[in-house]
């Protein structure tokens, strides 16, 4: 039995990575004054109908449960966050600055960096309509991916605004009814090749050229308060302005952002944007927030960790790290079991990590053993009882040890070579 196409088993190393990711990422948000929050894993299939949009809904894993609900497991966190706003808006402070890490599902085509479960890390800030949270999230974004040891050469933010397109439309006879469908076929343009584009585009009266034409020489004048809070930050080496930047999700109205590795190996790493209707949408006009946010995957930031050799190397470390030992208990004459065992819980008390064969082995075997597990002591309890041999397995140095000063001895081994 194999597991299915775009699902992961997480084996230790691969839950070590995920776990240093996780942990980076929550370090960075708490840095930033973000809390942690998270909902369902299934939610009903018209929260995604209503507010997603046609892409998101063609790839949900969505069932009829038990009591006739139609039910979906979340492709994203979005509506959930609109939905749980609406639901306690009297509860919390604004702007409330949440983040969380969902585990979302999307029936995608499988391939290198595109999964059909993947982790996201979201952010975002209800409530403030300033164009001071929208670069808040831009900064955070970056510095979550600068935590993980990638630099301006790894990555880029390209960013973009929904409203500037307002103001660009009516110049191609284009009126606001049909502005999400036309966007649709921005969304794509990276995507798909000229011949696909160009019938979509017919459909609007517009041609490629004039599109390109447009693309290539409009005024970015509209980012400029945007680009100068960036500049201050001196984040603008990481951010490029670029109008073909849209975003997939129907909900977005304003500044909308991306993030790509350099060499465009991968999907997007991160997106995300302004929506600032959705909440009142969603809670049927009853409540009113703007909001701004972004998602950042776990699955092509794990691909391009491994392509920058500093930033695998920081991760390799990491994970070596949370498998490590400190100390293994060599046990050479089985009658010192209950000794070892006694002792063993001693040092776990005090927070070492400790382990030791469960059944009899040779003494050799017993060492390398520890070698293997990375253990940087080895206590083996032998001949010499009631002291114990403590062996540096780093330097070789050998001691004998009376059996009450051991927790003493390591504790000074260990923080002397920590
Ligand atoms: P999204 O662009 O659909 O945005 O997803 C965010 C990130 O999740 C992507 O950039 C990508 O790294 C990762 N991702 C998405 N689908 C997959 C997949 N099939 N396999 C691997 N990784 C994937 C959203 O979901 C918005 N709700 C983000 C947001 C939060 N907007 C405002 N707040």
């Not at 070590?16 to 369902?40: H, K, L, Q, S």
């Not at 630099?151 to 103001?167: K, L, N, P, T």
């Not at 849209?246 to 995300?272: H, N, Q, S, W």
């Not at 010192?336 to 006694?342: C, E, N």
Request: charged share 30%.
């Amino acid at each position: 039995m194999q597991s299915l196409p775009g699902f992961r088993d997480f084996l230790p190393n691969d839950c070590a990575a995920r776990n240093y990711i996780f942990a980076r990422w929550r370090e960075v948000c708490r840095r930033y004054g973000f809390v942690e929050w998270d909902g369902p894993v299934l939610e009903p299939t018209d929260l995604y109908k209503k507010k997603s949009g046609p892409e998101i809904v063609a790839q949900l894993f969505s069932f009829t449960d038990k009591g006739e609900r139609e039910v979906a497991m979340r492709p994203e966190l979005t509506p959930t966050l609109a939905r749980v706003i609406a639901a306690h808006e009297r509860e919390f402070k604004k702007p409330l600055k949440w983040f969380s890490i969902p585990q979302c599902f999307r029936y995608e085509k499988q391939q290198r960096g595109r999964l059909r479960e993947h982790f996201q890390l979201n952010c975002d800030i209800i409530g403030d309509q300033s164009s001071g949270a929208d670069v808040e999230l831009i900064a955070l974004c970056i510095d979550l991916l600068r935590e993980v040891g990638l630099a301006a050469d790894d990555f880029v933010v390209r960013i973009s605004d929904r409203a500037a397109w307002d103001r660009f439309l009516p110049d191609f006879g284009i009126g606001p009814e049909q502005k999400a469908d036309f966007l649709n076929v921005i969304d794509k343009l990276d995507r798909e090749e000229v011949e696909k584009i160009q019938p979509k585009l017919e459909l609007f009266g517009v041609s490629v050229a004039r599109l390109m034409a447009f693309l290539a020489n409009a005024n970015l004048e509209w980012f400029a308060p945007l680009r100068e809070q960036l500049e201050t930050r001196d984040l603008l080496q990481y951010c490029e302005f670029n109008l073909r930047i849209v975003r997939g999700l129907a909900y977005y109205t304003g500044v909308v952002f991306e993030v790509f590795d350099r060499p465009r190996k991968f999907r997007a790493i991160a997106g995300g944007g302004r929506y600032d209707t959705l909440i009142h949408q969603l809670s049927d006009g009853a409540v009113d927030f703007p909001a701004v946010g972004f998602a950042m995957g776990d699955v092509v930031l794990g691909e391009l960790i491994k392509e920058v050799p500093s930033a695998r190397k920081k991760m390799e470390e990491a994970i070596q790290s949370q498998h490590d030992l400190q100390i293994y208990a060599v046990i050479a004459k089985e009658e010192r079991r209950p000794d070892a065992l006694q002792l063993i819980q001693t040092l776990r008390d005090n927070g070492y990590r400790v382990d030791y064969s469960l059944t009899p082995a040779k003494v050799g075997k017993q060492f390398q053993t520890a070698e293997q597990l990375g253990a940087r002591l080895a206590v083996l309890f032998g001949d010499e009882w009631p002291q114990l041999k403590l062996k540096d397995l780093c330097t070789g140095d050998q001691s004998l040890v009376p059996r009450e000063e051991l927790p003493a001895r390591v504790a000074t081994l260990l923080s002397s070579r920590a």
